[in-house]
């Protein structure tokens, strides 16, 4: 063998290492759907191309510990307009994410606590603003990284701002009160899912304890069907069930994507949940009426279902 073919083969040789080398330090490709598992979550903490951000029920459970490098969004300023009873407004949202260095490459990575409650409805108006393709959910959230035992840090990251551009808000994945009105009166053929409790809709509750946020009458929208949101998880877990679980679940409820499909709870997050495993899960048409009961319930002229009798005394 000659000079220049060792010299050849072992140039190759070099080549072939450092590429073998360099695929097994690069962060592993994010993995497709709309859910990440926790173990390539904790692999891919510093990969410049994931961003994380917590998104919890409990406002301060992020300052007592978070994933290493998560942003923390604080649902009551960072999700809402805070004079108008509406979802963050364009500018405003993008410039949280420019601060946090969220870009169009950016795969986002959402968890919060409470089975992933408030981090589906962030996954929602992210969704909204044309970065759906971009958003997971990390499975079983808060509940199963902690299960296993993963790492948790106190330290408020820091990131170089981005330029990201969002789109105009999706009117396609809202609906709003005239769109539930003409569902419940059968002027469309949309299938209305009320999330909440059996005693919030059956009318034996008005809302759940604590809540403050109140309707003054009780029930559901007439023809809506009840699932309520924690069925579509496992409760150990907090892990969404199986694809096949979550279609047995809803056609059980006749609820089967065949038609579109509308969902509701009492101030829209908890529909949101069920929003994330219709639309992003199951690929249904599915839009989040995030007025939900507290403005259907409130308003004058329109019909609801009451089938506990209940009356608001007011006290």
Known sequence: MSLITNLKQAIAGGVLAVGIAAALAAPAAA??????????????????????????????????????????????????????????????????????????????????????WFSAWGGWVFNIYGLGDQVKLLDGGRKYWEKLGLPLDTKTPAYAASSLTLSAPNAALRARLPDVLAAAEGKTNAAVVDIRSADEFSGKLFAPEGSKELSIRAGHVPGAKNVTWSKAVDPETGKFKSKEELKKLYADAGIDGSKPIIVYCRIGERSSHTWYALSRILGYDVRNYDGSWTEYGNSVGVPIANLSGTVWQGR
């Open 31 to 116: 993995q497709q759907g709309p859910l990440v598992e926790a173990e390539w979550l904790s692999k891919n903490l510093d990969n410049p191309k994931v961003r994380v951000f917590e998104v919890s029920v409990d406002p301060g459970l992020y300052e007592r510990g978070h994933i290493p490098g998560a942003v923390n969004i604080n649902w009551h300023t960072d999700l809402v307009d805070t004079v108008k009873r509406d979802i963050v407004s364009k500018d405003k949202f993008e410039a949280f994410l420019r601060a946090a260095g969220v870009t169009k490459d950016t795969t986002i990575v959402l968890y919060g606590d409470n089975n992933n």
